[in-house]
């Protein structure tokens, strides 16, 4: 069994920062492409910044520059370190991951529960 748990979300006021952990356990044999998602009331889901195995990375073009996604393998965790925030970032912000568990050969796909981030004055 594999569990994604996302932590670090809050309220803060426009233009502050807060950082985003995403970290997988139970029985993973290897990690590859780890996404955040997010998801405003009335909107559909959206890709937000993801990371490769190898470290490659992709922005939406309404986070770049601000936000910055990385990992760390050692701990099955990634982070997204969100700056600059505005109020259209308010969502629900989820992380997914790539991952094949111990005894098997096929990749699945595995989601959080989502934290919540509020920017308001």
């Known amino acids: 069994q594999v569990q994604l748990v996302e932590s670090g979300g809050g309220l803060v006021q426009p233009g502050g920062s807060l950082r985003l952990s995403c970290t997988a356990s139970?029985?993973?044999?290897?990690?590859?492409?780890m996404t955040w998602y997010r998801q405003a009331p009335g909107n559909q889901r959206e890709s937000v910044a993801s990371?490769?195995?190898?470290?490659?990375?992709n922005y939406a073009n309404t986070v770049k520059g601000r936000f910055t996604i990385s990992r760390d393998h050692a701990k099955n965790t990634a982070y997204l370190q969100m700056n600059s925030l505005k109020p259209e970032d308010t969502a629900i912000y989820y992380c997914s991951a790539e991952i094949i568990r111990i005894g098997t050969s096929t990749r699945s796909e595995y989601w959080g529960q989502g934290t919540q981030v509020t920017v308001s004055s």
């Open positions: 139970g029985s993973i044999f290897n990690i590859y492409d």
């Open positions: 990371i490769t195995r190898g470290g490659n990375t």
